[in-house]
């Protein structure tokens, strides 16, 4: 796991739980190790695209330094997305997780998104929208900021670990027959 955050690493291991649990028919212990990533950013990524290639190589360096020695090599980011809808700019914010499986397989997932609110970013300049959003850290992060609390980042990351989960062994696990 790309990250030492506790936050990042629950979210990680509630998503590989909570998939195993609705495909296996067996318990499976889930174990995560975490590493230091080198480059931290102050503040998010602004484009949807530039969360996803971070993630993507923050996983696929975890790989190809580490080899054989994990089943799974995943990185999960939180970023800013602008999308133009009509005469407005609106930005959201999400979780992504890239996991590299085995045999080299990749997949993304991507968490719900929340708009940020227009008041809280009216007249900041895109490159000051990462640093003007609320939400620290130690309280969740800015998605627990906007929702009140209800959508963690644990959440969000273990919601985008499920969805890359899901994408990566589409077709390969079944369905248990005795969940509800």
Do not use: C
């Amino acid at each position: 796991m790309a990250s030492p955050n506790p936050e990042k690493l629950l979210g990680v291991r509630d998503g590989f739980l909570t998939y195993l649990r609705q495909h296996l028919s067996r318990v499976v212990p889930v174990a995560l190790v975490p590493h230091q990533v080198q480059d931290r950013l102050l503040g998010l990524p602004l484009r949807d695209e530039d969360t996803v290639d971070l993630t993507r190589s923050r996983a696929r360096a975890l790989a190809e330094e580490l080899g054989n020695t994990y089943q799974f090599y995943v990185s999960t980011e939180g970023g800013l997305d602008g999308v133009e809808a009509g005469d407005k700019s609106l930005f959201f914010v999400r979780s992504w997780t890239a996991i590299v499986g085995p045999g080299g397989g990749e997949a993304l997932g991507a968490s719900s998104a929340v708009q940020l609110p227009e008041r809280l970013i009216e007249g900041l300049e895109n490159e000051d929208l990462p640093l003007a959003v609320p939400g620290t850290r130690r309280s969740g992060g800015m998605m627990s900021s906007l929702t009140g609390g209800v959508e963690t980042r644990r959440r969000a990351v273990a919601s985008a670990t499920f969805n890359a989960l899901s994408s990566l062994f589409y077709g390969q696990l079944g369905h248990r027959s005795d969940h509800s």
